[in-house]
């Protein structure tokens, strides 16, 4: 019968998102940002992931599908039927 597993035999399971990053705050310690500087990234991000969704969709659906000012509250709806 094999004995007790080492931690370093043992199969362990990949890090998640949320481990790495607090392993890279206690190892990297970075200065905190201001609350200027989040909403500055925050925004920036959201403009990027609606940038991205806007050009999947015309790309799947057709150029002209949507106008570039279409925002969520002013999207209009298309429905393409596939028989």
Same mark, same amino acid.
């Given at each position: 019968?094999? =004995?007790?597993?080492?931690?370093? *035999?043992? *199969?362990?399971?990949? @890090?998640?998102? #949320? *481990?790495? /990053?607090? @392993?890279? *705050?206690?190892?990297?310690?970075?200065?905190? &940002?201001?609350? #200027? @500087? &989040?909403?500055?990234?925050?925004?920036?991000?959201?403009?990027?992931?609606?940038?991205?969704?806007?050009?999947?969709?015309?790309?799947?659906? =057709?150029?002209?599908?949507?106008?570039?000012?279409?925002? /969520?509250?002013?999207?209009?709806?298309?429905?393409? @039927?596939?028989?």
């Amino acid at each position: 019968m094999p =004995g007790p597993a080492t931690a370093a *035999e043992r *199969e362990l399971a990949e @890090l998640t998102v #949320a *481990e790495v /990053r607090t @392993l890279l *705050e206690i190892a990297l310690p970075l200065p905190a &940002h201001s609350p #200027a @500087l &989040h909403q500055a990234w925050s925004q920036w991000r959201r403009y990027k992931r609606q940038q991205s969704r806007r050009s999947y969709w015309n790309q799947s659906q =057709g150029a002209a599908a949507v106008p570039a000012t279409a925002g /969520r509250a002013g999207r209009k709806c298309y429905l393409r @039927l596939y028989y």
